[in-house]
T-cell receptor
Framework: GNSVTQMEGPVTLSEEAFLTINCTYTATGYPSLFWYVQYPGEGLQLLLKATKADDKGSNKGFEATYRKETTSFHLEKGSVQVSDSAVYFCALMNYGGSQGNLIFGKGTKLSVKP | EAQVTQNPRYLITVTGKKLTVTCSQNMNHEYMSWYRQDPGLGLRQIYYSMNVEVTDKGDVPEGYKVSRKEKRNFPLILESPSPNQTSLYFC???????????FGDGTRLSIL
């Protein structure tokens, strides 16, 4: 079946540190991959996406590359800010017939200290 | 402003008392979905709908019902709520099932 595994948090970094949040997936076929971000008290917002192998999604300084050979979609940012403190979810969507199920990882909480 | 609106945002109720959480989107999206978020489990899909009058079960449908009589609305119904349905619920929509989803702000349900 389809599943997403992401590194457990919480992750605590100082401002301007480099961020990596690991995400690996298991899926049949060719899923699309997403990173969502949830700020405190809010719903999820799409951060970036990639729809095929070797695609790189990027937004707000965050990047992730769809690596089919390692079934990974790690999230990176070169210099984090306090405002990046949030919970980050890796997710996949597989398509086939009428399937419309978005599968999420368990989330990684990031805290950035000034 | 494009948005997904859920109501209520917070609800405390008792076991067995039927409740409905409404979800409405103003983007003319075909696809809508309900998730629950629980600590240590992330988000899990309850039900989804590909279009009007088309609904299907997600990963954790037990104890829930949905309907999609109109394109903009996708209510979640708990006929006989139980304490294990205490959770944070999110509604989401997208233009089609293979497009990124827009999420509502969440509904926190406590079933006593």
């Amino acid at each position: 079946g389809n599943s997403v595994t992401q590194m457990e948090g919480p992750v605590t970094l100082s401002e301007e540190a480099f961020l990596t949040i690991n995400c690996t997936y298991t899926a049949t076929g060719y899923p699309s991959l997403f990173w969502y971000v949830q700020y405190p008290g809010e719903g999820l917002q799409l951060l970036l996406k990639a729809t095929k192998a070797d695609d790189k999604g990027s937004n707000k300084g965050f990047e992730a590359t769809y690596r089919k050979e390692t079934t990974s979609f790690h999230l990176e940012k070169g210099s984090v800010q306090v405002s990046d403190s949030a919970v980050y979810f890796c997710a996949l969507m597989n398509y086939g017939g009428s399937q419309g199920n978005l599968i999420f990882g368990k989330g990684t909480k990031l805290s950035v200290k000034p | 402003e494009a948005q997904v609106t859920q109501n209520p945002r917070y609800l405390i109720t008792v076991t067995g008392k039927k409740l409905t959480v409404t979800c409405s989107q103003n983007m003319n999206h075909e696809y809508m979905s309900w998730y629950r978020q629980d600590p240590g489990l992330g988000l899990r899909q309850i039900y989804y709908s590909m279009n009007v009058e088309v609904t299907d079960k997600g990963d954790v449908p037990e104890g829930y019902k949905v309907s999609r009589k109109e394109k903009r609305n996708f209510p979640l119904i708990l006929e006989s709520p139980s304490p294990n349905q205490t959770s944070l619920y999110f509604c989401a929509s997208s233009k089609r099932d293979n497009q990124p989803q827009h999420f509502g702000d969440g509904t926190r349900l406590s079933i006593l």
